[in-house]
């Protein structure tokens, strides 16, 4: 298999370590070579968080480089913006359409740029989904990042039922339940 790459791309405490993992379960599972590779800004304060995920029959590093990104999932659609550029030509940007403000913006030094997701729709391959609105639907706004890694699951060769089963397997055994319906509300979003 050639490899691939998958890029997770947020602000800190958006549960970007946990997808990794559930990332990492379901290719491990699978029988592949996987790396990992995670680079904290000042996640503590709400800066980005990227996780590189590259799997395959051979992988040499974890670093995935500018244009090589088959998929690159968004937790917030400004660092969408700023790490689209990862994407290579045809690969699925997926986005969680939410909007945090980073310091530079709350401090009055920049302004929150508009039409994000029109900008990003002219150049890419755009799956979006409000992430945020469907987890408070399940009574719980922390499995957001769960439903955005169901509609990026449907941008992977994985079956719906092993996804299941890996989450099973990494999240907190009182959240798994909440987390697998979670999963189906993106996977099913982008059907």
């Not at 800004?41 to 090589?68: H, K, L």
């Not at 959240?175 to 509300?185: E, G, P, R, S, T």
Request: charge should be neutral.
């Amino acid at each position: 298999m050639v490899t691939k790459n998958i890029m997770i791309v947020g602000v800190g405490g958006q549960g970007t370590l946990l997808t990794s993992r559930i990332l990492g379960g379901i290719i491990t599972d699978a029988g592949y070579m996987v790396k990992l590779s995670e680079v904290h800004g000042m996640a503590q304060r709400g800066g980005s968080v990227v996780t590189f995920v590259r799997y395959g029959d051979n992988v040499a590093e974890p670093i995935v480089e500018e244009g090589q990104a088959d998929i690159l999932i968004a937790f917030e659609r400004l660092e969408a913006l700023r790490y689209c550029h990862f994407l290579k030509e045809g690969g699925a940007l997926v986005v969680n359409d939410q909007r945090i403000n980073p310091i530079s913006v709350v401090t009055g030094q920049r302004q929150y740029p508009e039409h994000i997701m029109e900008d990003l729709e002219k150049d890419y391959r755009v799956f979006q989904i409000k992430a945020q609105e469907e987890a408070l639907k399940l009574g719980n706004s922390k499995v957001f990042n769960v439903i955005v890694l169901g509609l990026a699951a449907q941008h992977m060769d994985f079956p719906k039922e092993k996804w299941l089963e890996v989450i099973e397997k990494k999240v907190p055994a009182k959240l798994a339940d909440l987390n697998k319906k979670a999963f189906l509300v993106g996977y099913e979003s982008g059907k």
